[in-house]
């Protein structure tokens, strides 16, 4: 969930942080106040769009830091697949905010734009009268549905999308082996001229990493040689004076020692040591020496051999492997040409199982969603009616798009009445804002336990509603909040009240300086807010105590 929000230097805020609750979060606040300005620090934290004219005035930087607690095995793994872990059980998405760029960081590690939108995608969902906009795209319908039914459709969308795969690359194939026979003639001679090339090399897998490290060896060598030579000089040649010849002389010197006492004994033992191991030294020195000795025939031999390897790669693959492999792809390429009626033949046979496989998948996937679809217009249709849509109709209607793909052959679209005696027709021609907003509440209420994101932000919700109507949608919240957090942004006292915390976003002025600040209410505070919602800036002992009566409901009804 989300825990901890954080911003500094943003618009009207200096700094100001909070916390946020487990349950249903409601921020209220009058117009102006900045509670648009929330929801946009959690949008530039999760990797919105950055202007430098969203600093606050006088600031050359800004910062928004928001702070998850993830318990959750699956969005961990998930988190893991992409390379992010939690530390301490919680994910921190920050972003820098700078004059012209910003930078972003997950648990301080800096990120790329597209892997802190997929972290944040997994964390988090906002819905705002956009979202409730995309219930209008019909495109949008088949995936409400599946993600209702996932628990059947999403082993079968999988076996659809390897089906399918499998069949549009057999048809790739039958259209890329389509030449006649003048063109089989020219393709086959150019591949048995790059068969013989190939093979005639001899390649060994790994070859070409071996030639170039003897290659370099060998280029090298001399500097090599006269550096390993000097070495041995001062270690062990035969002339006096160097390293072996002096150890000698010091044990022949310390021998009378060594039989005086056991300090001189010890010190005589390490002297001998160090002989030996001097020894084994020289005799490694020596035969590392010859490794570099080659002659200039085998400079030749190797140099030669290196450039028809780097021939053939720069013609048939990065490494001496890849070219082996093209190899054998023109044999059995030729192997095909060589008999092409038959291959043809048996192409066309695999197509058609294929084929089949996928429509005999697709067929399945529509019975599953025919059977959801059912079940989710009821569903939906009922949430419908808990939000005052007293004579409202809901229907889905599943559509043969008459071609297959990934998805099998079906589409969706959300039909609506809104009204008794109006006919179904598509959501988006007979639906307005307020109706959208609530349509969207009764699909998010129906999938609350389907979908894997912990925290769910709403932005007007409450748009074009009041009354009875508010207070439903309130208790909608509510209701979702009991399986995930919730942070709603209202203008209305019968959402507000239902809040499991209520917070205040107000602002402060001192002298010529103007900010935004956001606070946690006490319930008597929280009673204070819902009466300056009911009753403006005018706020009667009857208001005040009409909002008191409100909150002690709310409780007492969910």
């Known amino acids: 969930m989300l825990k901890n929000l954080y911003v500094k230097n943003l618009a009207l805020i200096d700094e100001t942080e909070v916390e946020f609750t487990e349950g249903l979060n409601i921020l209220t606040g009058e117009t102006g106040a900045g509670k648009s300005l929330l929801l946009g620090s959690v949008n530039l934290a999760l990797g919105g769009k950055y202007s430098a004219d969203m600093l606050r005035n006088g600031t050359r930087s800004g910062l928004v830091e928001i702070t998850f607690t993830v318990d959750d ?6 988190l893991e697949e992409l390379d992010i872990y939690p530390e301490d059980g919680c994910i921190v ?16 590690e800096k990120v790329n734009m597209t892997v802190l939108r997929a972290v944040a995608g997994l964390l988090i969902d906002i819905h705002g009268q ?6 209008l795209q019909k495109k949008n319908h088949l995936s409400l549905l599946d993600l209702y039914a996932k628990q059947k459709t999403s082993p079968l969308l999988e076996k659809m999308r390897s089906a399918f795969e499998e069949y549009r690359r057999l048809c790739r194939k039958k259209e890329e082996s389509a030449v006649d026979e003048e063109g089989r003639r020219k393709e086959a001679a150019l591949a048995e001229f790059e068969i013989k090339e190939i093979e005639e090399a001899q390649l060994t897998p790994g070859e070409d990493d071996e030639l170039e490290e003897e290659y370099r060896r060998m280029t090298e060598s001399r500097r090599i040689t006269s550096a390993v030579a000097e070495a041995y000089q001062y270690t062990a040649e035969d002339a006096r004076g160097n390293a072996s010849d002096f150890l000698s002389r010091a044990i022949r010197a310390l021998q009378e020692a060594a039989e005086f006492d056991e300090a001189g004994s010890q010190l005589y033992a390490q002297l001998l040591e160090a002989d030996s191991l001097l020894n084994d030294f020289n005799r490694e020195l020596s035969e590392y020496a010859k490794s570099f000795e080659f002659s200039e025939d085998e400079f030749q031999e190797t140099e030669s051999r290196l450039n028809l390897l ?6 048939y693959g990065k490494t001496v492997s890849d070219v082996l492999a093209y190899c054998d792809e023109k044999k059995q390429r030729l192997s095909e040409l060589e008999d092409y ?5 048996e192409l066309d046979g695999k197509i058609e199982k294929a084929l089949d496989k996928v429509a005999k998948i697709s067929e399945k996937l529509h019975a599953v969603r025919e059977r959801a679809a059912r079940d989710l217009e009821k569903e939906i249709g009922s949430q419908m009616q808990e939000l005052n849509f007293a004579d409202a109709r809901f229907e889905i209607r599943l559509i043969d798009t008459g071609r297959y793909s990934a998805l099998g052959r079906d589409d969706a679209e959300f039909y609506m009445s809104a009204n008794p005696g109006e006919p179904l027709k598509p959501l988006g021609s007979v639906a307005s804002g307020g109706e959208l907003s609530r349509v969207m509440l009764a699909i998010k209420t129906v999938l609350a336990d389907e979908e894997d994101t912990p925290t769910l932000i709403f932005d007007e919700i409450d748009t074009g509603i009041s009354g009875i109507t508010a207070g439903k949608v309130g208790e909608k919240l509510k209701l979702i909040g009991k399986s995930r957090q919730v942070l709603c942004i209202t203008h209305l006292p019968q959402i507000a009240a239902v809040a499991d915390s209520h917070y205040l976003i107000k602002k402060e002025i001192k002298g010529n300086s103007v900010k935004t600040v956001i606070e946690l209410l006490e319930d008597e505070s929280s009673v204070e807010e819902l009466a300056r919602m009911l009753g403006g800036a005018n706020i009667t002992g009857n208001i005040l105590e009409s909002a008191r009566e409100m909150k002690q409901l709310a409780k007492s009804e969910i």
């Open 73 to 78: 095995e699956k969005t961990v793994k998930r």
């Open 93 to 108: 998405l920050g972003r820098k905010l700078m004059e012209g760029r910003s930078v972003s960081r997950i648990n301080g």
């Open 130 to 135: 956009h979202d409730s906009q995309n219930l």
């Open 310 to 315: 780097n021939h053939l790669k720069a013609k």
């Open 341 to 345: 009626d038959s291959f043809m033949q």
